[in-house]
């Protein structure tokens, strides 16, 4: 069974940091990997989305790297800034289904970045 | 922009009431999903349908039922509601068939039901 992972379970940085969120799971037989931010209350929006066959995905200031091999992923977020701050949560979608309908998510790391 | 649309921010219900829950979305997603999000668990997939009429068991669909007359439209109903049914329940949707994979699931603001 596919499990995923995200430590710490919260982080809190200055303004201005370049920082990286970390995800593991343990079944690299995977799909795709998608990264969502949630704030709080609210429902989760989707960030970025890296296919198996990707190594990498950029947005603006956002960077997600996949190694499935080490069943791994980060997302880079540069010169953070307090509008950041939020839960990050990454899910994967397994290979032999492949569809959305068996993502497994992470519990999510919050992030507070202080002015 | 995908828009997903829950009818309701917040509910409060007693024990026993029949409940439902209504999501829209506006982009012909033949996709559609149900989650809780509960502290310490995660998002858990209650139900998920591919297509009208069409639906399947999530992880944990002990306690609810689902409905999607139309395309656009997925009810998650609790016939019988309980307090280990509350929680925050977020709609979800996503374009392709149940094969097709690269696509990003957008969701809506979520339903914050609380069964007292």
């Known amino acids: 069974k596919q499990e995923v992972t995200q430590i710490p379970a919260a982080l809190s940085v200055p303004e201005g940091e370049n920082l990286v969120l970390n995800c593991s799971f343990t079944?690299?037989?995977?799909?795709?990997l998608q990264w969502f931010r949630q704030d709080p209350g609210k429902g989760l929006t989707s960030l970025l989305l890296i296919q198996s066959s990707q190594r990498e995905q950029t947005s603006g200031r956002l960077n997600a790297s996949l190694d499935k091999s080490s069943g791994r992923s980060t997302l880079y977020i540069a010169a953070s800034q307090p509008g950041d701050s939020a839960t990050y949560l990454c899910a994967v979608a397994p290979r032999n289904t492949g569809a959305n309908s068996k993502l497994t998510f992470g519990k999510g790391i919050t992030l507070s970045v202080r002015p | 922009d995908v828009k997903v649309t829950q009818s309701s921010r917040y509910l409060v219900k007693r024990t026993g009431e029949k409940v439902f829950l209504e999501c829209v979305q506006d982009?012909?997603?033949?996709?559609m999903f149900w989650y809780r999000q509960d502290p310490g668990l995660g998002l858990r997939l209650i139900y998920f349908?591919?297509?009208?009429?069409?639906?399947e068991k999530g992880d944990i669909p002990e306690g609810y039922s689902v409905s999607r007359e139309k395309k656009e439209r997925f009810s998650l109903i609790l016939e019988s509601a309980s307090t280990n049914q509350t929680s925050m329940y977020l709609c979800?949707?996503?374009?392709?068939?149940?094969?097709?994979?690269?696509?990003?699931?957008?969701f809506g603001s979520g339903t914050q039901l609380s069964v007292l």
């Open positions: 979800a949707s996503s374009s392709g068939t149940a094969e097709a994979t690269n696509e990003k699931l957008f």
């Open positions: 349908s591919y297509d009208v009429k069409m639906k």
């Open positions: 982009m012909d997603h033949e996709n």
């Open positions: 079944d690299s037989a995977i799909y795709n």
